[in-house]
């Protein structure tokens, strides 16, 4: 069978991970889709599932490329974004472990997805994956529900590129991470950061030197430490909470 056209473009940087492809043994699996399977259901996952990595800078997927298969993450950061008409992109998120991709409601990826650091993946056929939801409707009920949380995810970021200042946009996307952190284990308090200043500020919707600006002023109020250039940590998180959860006046 010929590879799909994302994988070709990404060959290089794509490999077939080794050792053991049980979903029961992912350390990842409450806070992935497969969380809706019981240990018996899994079988019928692991016969169609597959686990790949990839290097940092890869495509996973692009634009409009036809969506043959969907995937979840397990290790590492991805950047999902729009390509404008001018050239430029709109960053939409950063999904993390446990988080899915390229699950459209359309036939065609209406967003490219890229990582940011080495990945691993597991991919499965959507057509397959709907045969498995037809037999398992909690399946069916967990993807409903992601496909809420996007929604939600959405019509939050709406808030945060419409109605925020700067460094209420800026202290929101810190907020988002260190609660994402939490939930999947982490404090929160201390953030790795795998995006680059350019592509948190196409993300919220600033400059690069606007958001760079905006941390050097949380440092200096005492809310955030950059102790190294990929790490933020967050010393008064209560009050970046407070300055994210305020509205620029219109």
């Not at 049980?22 to 409450?30: A, K, L, M, N, W």
């Not at 960053?91 to 650091?117: N, R």
Request: overall charge negative; charged content about 25%; some cysteine.
């Amino acid at each position: 069978m010929a590879a799909d056209g994302a994988t070709q473009r990404a060959a290089c940087g794509q490999r077939r991970v080794e050792g053991s492809s049980r979903c029961r043994d992912c350390e990842i699996r409450s806070r992935a889709f497969c969380a809706a399977f019981g240990d018996a259901e899994l079988t019928a996952l692991e016969a169609v599932i597959e686990t790949i990595s990839l290097n940092a800078n890869s495509e996973v997927f692009f634009e409009g490329d036809t969506a043959d298969y969907i995937y979840n993450v397990n290790a590492g950061t991805v950047k999902i974004f729009k390509s404008l008409q001018d050239g430029r992109c709109q960053i939409l998120g950063f999904p993390v472990e446990g988080d899915l991709l390229g699950y459209p409601v359309g036939d065609s990826h209406t967003y490219s997805a890229e990582t940011l650091t080495p990945v691993r993946l597991c991919r499965v056929s959507r057509a397959r994956l709907r045969d498995l939801a037809s037999g398992f409707p909690a399946l069916e009920s967990k993807l409903l529900e992601i496909m809420a949380g996007e929604l939600a995810g959405s019509q939050a970021q709406m808030t945060v590129l419409g109605r925020k200042s700067a460094p209420e946009r800026v202290a929101s996307f810190l907020v988002q991470l260190s609660d994402k952190s939490i939930a999947n284990g982490g404090t929160g308090a201390s953030l790795s950061l795998s995006m680059s200043r350019h592509d948190v500020a196409d993300f919220i919707g600033l400059t690069a030197e606007t958001v760079s600006r905006v941390l050097t002023q949380l440092t200096r109020d005492g809310l955030i430490a950059i102790p190294q250039p990929y790490r933020v940590d967050l010393i008064r998180i209560e009050a970046l909470r407070d300055l994210a959860a305020a509205e620029a006046s219109i």
